[in-house]
């Protein structure tokens, strides 16, 4: 299983890219796993200001719809567009093509409630 360590996770199976004040955040590859193939992502809440854990979109699977929730409070500033063409992409490549958003960060402190690759290894068992 792929859980790299530059990245921060949530016990939601999110993972955060963070950059000086901007995050872009995906589903880990445990996550696509255990949803199977994904046929489409909706996030409706572009250049909208959420919450931590507040819902941003939800990913479709052929068996299952899950939400997807915000691991930061923020502005969501960006939704890779590639993804309504190519929501595959989120199973071949979660941490590269497959990433959903980018969320400008409004609250820096939050970011010590992520986990390390080490503690989300542990939180999934591998």
């Known amino acids: 299983m792929n859980i790299p360590s530059n990245l921060k996770y949530t016990k939601d199976h999110e993972w955060v890219l963070i950059d000086g004040d901007v995050a872009t955040v995906g589903i880990t ?4 796993k255990e949803l199977g193939d ?10 909208q200001t959420l ?3 507040e ?8 068996k299952t719809v899950s939400d997807l929730f915000l691991p930061l409070s923020g502005e969501i500033i960006e939704f890779n567009e590639d993804l309504e063409v190519t929501p595959e992409n989120v199973n071949s490549d979660p941490y590269g093509k497959g990433w959903m958003i ?3 960060i409004s609250n820096q402190d ?3 409630e992520l986990l390390s690759s080490d503690d989300y290894k542990a939180l999934i068992g591998a």
Request: net charge negative.
């Open 110 to 112: 939050e970011i010590g």
């Open 38 to 47: 994904i046929v489409y992502v909706e996030v409706e809440t572009l250049d």
């Open 102 to 104: 980018k969320l400008k």
């Open 51 to 53: 919450d931590k854990d």
């Open 55 to 62: 819902v941003f979109g939800t990913v479709e699977a052929v």
């Open 29 to 32: 590859d445990f996550a696509q």
